[in-house]
């Protein structure tokens, strides 16, 4: 795992959730998130990057037209962030867009 926090949940929303190609997900997945990472939804928890990628595809699978934007900027403090996010069809004034955050703690070094 590399990289500022602010940098870490901006990949993590478009490189991750915002992924359409499972090979890139993947690749990025492996890069920014540790082995036995946590990632919660309302259909539960989910640990690992198998399982992080498994809750990506069924999420996307569920809203095929959707996309992840990012609102703002990301607010960070040592190891922890968060980033607002919108979800929903790519016009912005497109009707049942969600908004929620993302938030994310690191352990330890960010470079290693």
Known sequence: MSGSIENLLVRN???????R???RRATVIEA???RDCLFSDPRGQHV???ALDDAVVTL???FPDHVFSQIG???ALQ???RLAWAFGLPAP???????GRCRRETRGDLGA
């Open 13 to 19: 929303l478009h490189e991750v959730f915002g992924e």
């Open 32 to 34: 920014i998130f540790d």
């Open 93 to 99: 004034t497109a009707p049942g867009q969600w908004t």
């Open 48 to 50: 690992g990057h198998r």
């Open 60 to 62: 996307q699978a569920q």
């Open 73 to 75: 900027s990301v607010n």
């Open 79 to 81: 190891d922890n962030g």
């Open 21 to 23: 190609d499972p090979a």
